[in-house]
């Protein structure tokens, strides 16, 4: 089991870089060349399909619950293809119902994001699938032919076709995801063939009932996940005009490039929790994770030198990267670890129930904070501070395993510092004194948890 953690981890770390190099370049050259407008309308739709998975309903969601911890040739053949084709047709007969209405809103960005609703459920069902049985290989693959298909889609409009119509950039969207979609199930049909595939396409409700029954709670826990972190745009959307709206949004895809690092994190851990519970293991990955999270986030000040440099446009936006970048900080604990301990200990009532909380919680900090200060940093700060109360509950959930003082202490110091180097100093000089400081506080409170993650970062790879 720990090999196959090393080994998930570095596949999906492998599998992240790809995606940096072609997020990095489309991220920086579509805000570049398109007008705001176009790339407003971008980030609206990329927005809208981030709450796609709830047209699931939850039947992923029990699926990846069933399989966490286990081998895809020792699972169920029948089971899981019934399961995969009773998926199938119910989001068929979702699409049937939603796109015929979204054409009489006569709203492109909607139509768009209706078409895609059936691909992108179905590739994010065979992505859990490999998630949860632990074969990271494909899941690796499946998000590098994502990435370098959008980016390919993007660069031929943007400079072989020039265009700044942005419905065809959301055509091009539909057209990757379906075509994506067609691909997973053509590997998963040959797979199947190679082993164990039946044939078996009946559709069960009875299976797709009790996926629904226990993944409903996860997947709206999911989906309270996403509307938390989407809720800053969603407010600056509605209550700032489109180019502050453009400006916010280009700083959270900056962003998510922190993803490329985390993901393998959260996508490996649960496969790993559901056999190791320890109160050992959970704690020294908490802090190995709490630790990256404070390196990762220097990628901050890059960022910074490159929008100073070569997007002049958008450095009203520096002082937002920096506080959602250090956001990021805390989220790397809570959906790295704590999320994950959720769903491995079958807790996602609890999870739901938090995240609901948390999500009320959000909306008021939100308000109050763009009430008193009415500019787009305010949102920033909200979601901040609803991170920092997100991880108060988790810690109490899972008492079990003790924050430590040093923990926090390093956490608030980290924050804090980033902060301040990010904001005032020029992006050279902040990058300098932020990593000089790092060393310094993780020497003095995270000695022995940086040795070991250095240690195990030199076992995974030796062992790649």
């Not at 959000?362 to 609803?386: C, D, H, M, P, R």
């Amino acid at each position: 089991m720990e090999g196959n953690l090393k080994k998930g981890l570095m596949v999906v770390f492998s599998a992240n870089i790809v995606n940096l190099v072609f997020n990095l370049l489309t991220n920086f050259l579509l805000p570049k060349y398109l007008s705001v407008d176009s790339y407003s309308a971008i980030k609206t739709f990329q927005l809208y399909t981030t709450y796609i998975g709830i047209f699931g309903l939850g039947a992923a969601d029990g699926m990846y619950l069933r399989y966490g911890g286990e081998q895809l040739n020792r699972v169920d053949e029948s089971v899981l293809e019934t399961g995969i084709f009773s998926f199938r047709i119910l989001m068929i007969l979702e699409s049937i119902i939603l796109i015929p209405f979204s054409f009489v809103l006569r709203d492109k960005i909607i139509i768009a994001f209706t078409l895609t609703i059936l691909s992108t459920n179905m590739s994010s069902y065979f992505k859990n699938l490999y998630q949860a049985v632990g074969e990271f290989d494909r899941y690796g693959r499946i998000l590098n032919i994502t990435t370098i298909a959008t980016f390919a889609v993007n660069m031929v409009l943007l400079f072989v076709l020039g265009t700044d119509e942005y419905f065809l950039y959301l055509v091009g969207y539909v057209i990757v995801d379906a075509v994506i979609w067609f691909i997973l199930e053509y590997n998963f049909h040959s797979l199947m063939k190679g082993g164990v595939y039946s044939g078996h396409t009946s559709f069960s409700v009875k299976l797709i009932v009790e996926d629904i029954k226990s993944g409903f709670l996860l997947m709206v826990g999911n989906f309270s996940n996403i509307l938390l972190s989407s809720m800053d745009r969603w407010f600056v959307k509605v209550m700032m005009d489109t180019a502050q709206f453009a400006y916010y949004s280009f700083t959270v895809s900056l962003e998510g490039f922190l993803n490329v690092a985390i993901s393998p994190i959260t996508t490996t851990l649960y496969n790993y929790f559901c056999s190791h519970k320890e109160y050992d293991d959970v704690v020294r990955i908490r802090k190995s994770v709490l630790i990256f999270g404070t390196v990762i986030v220097a990628a901050a000040f890059p960022a910074k030198f490159i929008i100073q440099v070569w997007l002049q446009n958008y450095t009203g936006a520096v002082n937002v990267l920096f506080i959602l970048f250090s956001t990021q900080m805390i989220y790397a604990v809570i959906k790295g670890v704590y999320v994950n301990l959720y769903k491995a200990v079958k807790k996602q009532n609890l999870y739901f129930l938090r995240l609901v909380s948390i999500l009320i919680i959000g909306a008021v900090i939100n308000f109050v904070f763009v009430n008193i200060y009415f500019v787009k940093e305010a949102f920033a700060y909200g979601t901040l501070v609803s991170a920092v109360i997100w991880l108060l509950f988790s810690i109490h959930d899972f008492r079990e395993y003790v924050f430590s003082f040093r923990e926090g202490a390093c956490l608030v110091l980290e924050i804090f510092l980033f902060n301040a180097f990010g904001m005032y100093f020029n992006a050279i000089l902040g990058l300098v004194l932020y990593v000089i400081c790092t060393i310094s506080l993780l020497l003095i409170l995270m000695r022995e948890e940086k040795m070991q993650l250095l240690n195990a970062v030199k076992k995974v790879l030796k062992f790649r």
